[in-house]
T-cell receptor, first 115, second 113 residues
């Protein structure tokens, strides 16, 4: 069964450093998402991406964040200058069509620890 | 705006007992509602979804949920808990035509042998 994969599973970085989290969505899917979950808090929507551009973003997704689909398979989330409060689990998701009814397929997540 | 509230961050049940995980939603439009499960070191997996068809929705692994508009609830149930049901469960809501999911804080289910 096709699945969304994410690398690395755990990333430790120092405050102020740049990190890139990688995701490989399901191959025929068209819409891609990043969510994050700070420990003990809700899973929060960050950004959605379609046709090589951001289609929607939350207020969490500020200028420190960027997303890219550099090739036909990877979907990346970059944090330019990490802060302590960026420590969280980051989930990538993909979906074939944007209808609201369809299932979003989630990856296993990347745990980001900023020290 | 959409949001969900999950009552109880931890729920423990005995093996074979009824599982009831609570979710209440808030939505300005008729919602789509979802339950996801997360096993350790795995991604979020869809258990079931409500998209304005039947109010009683059956999902995988024997779970079901009932959409009750009058109570703004979408509680998840399973008649008989199994050890393999131990996981984190997330309720989520979205609006028709949108895909952005709004999640609850999750409920960790422990099954006691």
């Amino acid at each position: 069964e096709p699945e969304v994969t994410q690398t690395p599973s755990h990333q430790v970085t120092q405050m102020g450093q740049e990190v890139i989290l990688r995701c490989v969505p399901i191959s025929n899917h068209l819409y891609f998402y990043w969510y994050r979950q700070i420990l003990g808090q809700k899973v929060e929507f960050l950004v959605s991406f379609y046709n090589n551009e951001i289609s929607e973003k939350s207020e969490i997704f500020d200028d420190q964040f960027s997303v890219e689909r550099p090739d036909g398979s990877n979907f990346t989330l970059k944090i330019r200058s990490t802060k302590l409060e960026d420590s969280a689990m980051y989930f990538c998701a993909s979906i074939l069509y944007r209808s609201g009814e369809d299932e979003q397929y989630f990856g296993p997540g990347t745990r980001l620890t900023v020290t | 705006a959409q949001s969900v509230t999950q009552l109880g961050s931890h729920v423990s049940v005995s093996e074979g007992a009824l599982v009831l995980l609570r979710c209440n939603y808030s939505s300005s439009v008729p919602p789509y509602l979802f339950w996801y499960v997360q096993y350790p070191n795995q991604g979020l997996q869809l258990l079931l979804k409500y998209t304005s068809a039947a109010t009683l929705v059956k999902g995988i692994n024997g779970f079901e949920a009932e959409f009750k508009k009058s109570e703004t609830s979408f509680h998840l149930t399973k008649p008989s808990a199994h050890m393999s049901d131990a996981a984190e469960y997330f309720c989520a809501v979205s609006a028709p035509g949108a895909n952005n999911l709004f999640f609850g804080t999750g409920t960790r289910l422990t099954v006691i042998p």
